[in-house]
């Protein structure tokens, strides 16, 4: 079985910065796809950003430019650094990854917990 374990959780005030981590533990083999998605009350939950095993990034138009991902393929963990945060962003961000474990032959796909962000005005 594979875990998805998320830190960073924080409240701050609108322009500051906050970093989460998450680290991907278990009989884990290969990791494509890994990334951060959110969600806030009463909303479906959404892509913030992702990035490829070869480092490639896609992020959502309303964190581009503010926010950066990236990873460390040797610890199965990727971040996110989180700027100039908005009220906007306040929400549940969940770590997601695509993993392929033993003893499955396929990838499937893992969710973290949740870690809580608070952006206050």
């Known amino acids: 079985q594979v875990q998805l374990v998320e830190s960073g959780r924080g409240s701050v005030q609108a322009g500051g910065s906050l970093r989460l981590s998450c680290a991907a533990s278990g009989n884990i083999t290969s990791i494509n796809t890994m990334g951060w998605y959110r969600q806030a009350p009463g909303k479906q939950r959404e892509l913030v950003a992702a990035i490829t095993s070869g480092g490639s990034t896609n992020f959502a138009d309303s964190v581009n430019s503010r926010f950066t991902i990236s990873r460390d393929n040797a610890r199965n963990a990727v971040y996110l650094q989180m700027t100039s945060l908005k009220p906007e962003d306040t929400a549940v961000y969940y770590c997601?990854?695509?993993?392929?474990?033993?003893?499955?032959?396929?990838?499937?796909?893992?969710w973290g917990q949740g870690t809580q962000v608070t952006v206050s005005s």
């Open positions: 997601n990854a695509a993993v392929k474990s033993w003893p499955s032959l396929k990838l499937g796909d893992y």
